[in-house]
């Protein structure tokens, strides 16, 4: 079983480094992106959407050329393991998910994924075993249209320099930048 | 010139695969996150928190253990170039940023960062030349704190059968998941 253009053994490597654990969800998230490879519709250039920021996105990252800093991949918070891959312009595009149904013949990751066992509970071994062994199996596809133009991210557009910090910001922001307008992160000391 | 443990030339290798090309913003995001690497305030574990989708995470990701997937980068819609990386507890951190005032002595790097010029009136190569000669000198530093808990990802907490689409999703978005509530992406045909 391949995932991508690598082995399984060299995945599991790559999200090591990558991601700094082999974990559940983005083992079968490796799965669930060789799939949606292995169907694309007709096209030459495809963006991805993540119905989740868990996990998933780092599959995606790690086997196509869709990462968060090049715009290419969306995110949506929806917590649902799925991943589209979209052409585009025209935005048809294949969706592959987890399928519920499927889980009952793989109890340890329907005890996982539907957070039936605690953490503490759960069987790592046999979970990854059983993960490994169902690959696509666990897996749904469809056929769906995104409309590219709405998941776009928006263009930067005009960058002036914030009159109170002195930083480059996007005039489309307002007279100052985010941070200075109330939103920043930083605690005043 | 070293960018985290990689020359220079080995981490342009790694942007291109990575990101598709070598953007002038992943190249300064390299010199950014490796001031800040070498910063670092005491402590064993840090998260990194970008002020910018665009570009910049793709160095976090690249030269940091913190992924968007791992939810130890976090992304803040601010347009602005910089990076912090902070202890994960604490909060203390370090953030470095693109200065303004230092880009007059790059006035190429001044002209793509402002947008005082177009894409076609910019010299690429003497806007790459002038990134890899500046390094750290384009950028500022600051010491700053954040309340770690006001950027941690939420949980997802119980996870539930979406009675519309059969899918699994995290209870607390409703009585179904958010796509079926009317906010999918997919086009209905």
């Not at 086997?63 to 979209?86: R, S």
Request: proline share 6%.
């Amino acid at each position: 079983m391949n995932i991508g253009t690598y082995s399984y053994e060299e995945y599991v490597h790559l999200v090591k480094s990558f991601h700094g654990s082999p974990a559940p969800g983005l083992l079968i998230g490796g799965f669930i992106v060789d799939l949606a490879l292995k169907n694309l519709p007709d096209g030459e250039f495809f963006d991805a959407l993540c119905e989740t920021p868990v996990c998933l996105p780092d599959a995606v990252q790690l086997l196509t050329p869709c990462t968060i800093g090049n715009g290419w991949m969306k995110i949506l918070d929806f917590g649902k393991f799925a991943v589209t891959l979209y052409e585009k312009s025209g935005g048809e595009g294949v969706r592959v998910y987890l399928d519920a149904e499927k889980l009952k013949r793989w109890p340890e990751v329907m005890n996982w994924f539907l957070k039936l066992k605690t953490k503490k509970e759960q069987d790592s071994d046999l979970l990854i075993e059983q993960i490994k062994e169902a690959g696509h199996d666990l897996l749904g596809i469809q056929h769906v249209r995104v409309e590219p133009e709405k998941l776009r991210r928006r263009k930067m557009g005009q960058v002036s320099v914030c009159p109170s910090c002195g930083e480059a910001y996007p005039v489309k922001d307002g007279d100052r930048c985010r941070a200075c307008l109330g939103e920043s992160p930083y605690v005043r000391e």
